[in-house]
């Protein structure tokens, strides 16, 4: 994986555009989640044992909103189950295109690994096939907020008895001092990775546009109006949760 450092906000910009998932970003992200996304390291390699406990024989493995194939990675170190494969799906072509060396990398490497198609597209087109496992790992809140109850409701009836979504996303709190806290306690994890206070405040009216946390317990609502039976919160550190939530 690519060791460029992100210094994608380092300078003053005159404007601060939208934030995408573009060339500039794809060379730069696996600094850039490592330091922008506290538990980033732990929740992707957790999600692959978690993954094999719910992987269902000859089912398929959903990574949506792959980027660099990270989760797809950690997928396919840990299931083990018979006539598995893996579909990951984004729809940056920079991303997708770079994701593809990764995992030729990872093939080169290991034998015997889950095999996987990368999809350059949108997730909320995607025909579903039936599926034990689908990750969604910080890609629901790159949604449009009116769009997430029926991705999930998609999600849901793809799901095979004794799979799992595993959904991991950047939290609001309806409190608001609970928010101002865990708030500044990230920025003190981005300043403690390195970022100045001119890389935070930039990013930040960069991403604000285009990502739209929830709080838990929308996503907890949301989750058994789309058919979902159980949530059980896995992981939390600062503002960041993963979720797994069972058909
Ligand atoms: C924060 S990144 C996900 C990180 C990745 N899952 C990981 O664990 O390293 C969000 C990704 O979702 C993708 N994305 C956003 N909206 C999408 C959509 N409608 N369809 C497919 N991919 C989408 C973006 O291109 C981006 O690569
Ligand atoms: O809150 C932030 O500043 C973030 O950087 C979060 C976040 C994410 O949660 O996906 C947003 C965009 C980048 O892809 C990496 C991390």
């Known amino acids: 994986m690519s060791k460029e450092p992100d210094r994608l906000f380092a300078q003053p910009l005159p404007q601060v ?3 995408a998932f573009n060339e500039d970003v794809v060379r730069v992200f696996p600094d850039m989640i490592k ?6 390291p732990t929740i992707v390699e957790n999600l692959g044992v ?31 189950t018979d006539g598995c494969r893996v579909i990951a799906v984004d729809n940056s072509a920079a991303m997708v295109e770079r ?22 597209g949108d997730i909320l087109a995607l025909q579903f096939q039936p599926a034990s ?13 009116d769009e997430r109850l029926a991705l999930l409701g998609r999600i849901r009836q793809a799901l095979l008895p004794g799979g799992a979504l595993i ?36 990013k930040r009216s960069a991403i604000e546009n285009v990502m739209k946390p929830d709080s838990l317990e929308e996503h ?6 789309a058919g979902f039976s159980k949530v059980v919160p896995w992981f939390q550190c600062l503002n960041f949760a993963s979720l797994i939530a069972l058909p």
């Open 133 to 145: 496992v689908v990750a969604l790992n910080f890609t629901l809140q790159f949604i449009a907020p």
């Open 35 to 40: 330091r922008s996304v506290p538990g980033y």
């Open 220 to 225: 907890r609502e949301r989750l058994l109006a």
């Open 167 to 202: 959904l991991s996303e950047k939290l609001r709190f309806n409190d608001v001092e609970e928010h101002a806290l865990l708030t500044d306690l990230h920025i003190a994890f981005k300043r403690a990775n390195g970022y100045s206070e001119l890389e935070i405040a930039q």
């Open 50 to 80: 978690l993954a094999a406990q719910f992987a269902q024989p000859n089912s398929v493995l959903y990574d949506l909103g792959s980027s660099l194939g990270a989760v797809t990675q950690a997928l396919r170190r840990h299931v083990r």
């Open 99 to 120: 994701c593809r060396e990764y995992l030729n990398g990872q093939d080169s490497m290991f034998q015997e690994l889950l095999p996987v198609e990368v999809i350059e």
């Open 17 to 19: 555009p939208d934030f």
